[in-house]
């Protein structure tokens, strides 16, 4: 049986870094403001763990971005399916990522799609022409590589 997943993105700032990616990929950032109510009701968590980000509570040091299209917890507002999740970390970026996000622009459009990028925060490194392909590799707010083809 195939296993749920996420990404799990580490971040200075998550909140901003799900914003930008959210952009970036069309993605919906999560609203989980149901269950921090509930929690912040009951006592379990402290106020000082969330802030108000879109117009609801959300956690402070957690954010979470998913696709359209795929379902999400009712309870949680957690994605069920593609999703992309920051969590906070006190140091930052310091070596290249072992794993990176591709970008797949329309055909014919990935200048475009570079543009767009750069206009949401990114940075251009590289655009790397080889025989198996061309794409250029890029660097989100915070430095994360990610390559756009």
């Given at each position: 049986?195939?296993l749920?997943w996420?990404?799990v993105?580490d971040?200075?700032?998550p909140l901003?870094l799900?914003d ?9 950032p ?8 509930g929690?912040l009701a009951?006592?379990?968590v402290?106020?000082e ?9 959300a956690?402070?040091d957690?954010a979470?971005v998913?696709?359209?299209?795929d ?16 969590q ?6 310091t070596?290249?990522?072992r794993?990176?996000?591709?970008l797949?622009s329309?055909p ?6 570079v ?7 990114a940075?251009?490194v590289?655009?790397v022409r080889?025989?198996g ?8 707010p915070?430095?994360?590589?990610f390559?756009v083809?």
């Open positions: 049986m195939p749920h996420k990404l993105i971040a200075n700032d901003a799900a930008f990616w959210a952009e970036a990929m069309g993605y919906l999560e609203d989980n403001s149901a269950l921090i109510e929690l009951s006592g379990v402290p106020p763990l969330t802030v108000e980000w879109h117009g609801h509570h956690w402070r957690l979470a998913r696709h359209p299209d379902p999400c917890d009712e309870v949680s507002g957690a994605g069920l399916g593609r999703r992309l999740l920051f906070r970390v006190p140091e930052t970026k070596a290249k990522n794993l990176h996000i591709d797949h329309e014919g459009r990935r200048d475009e799609e543009a767009r990028l750069e206009g949401l925060g940075t251009m590289h655009h080889e025989q392909g061309e794409w250029c590799i890029m660097r989100d915070e430095g994360n590589e390559c083809q």
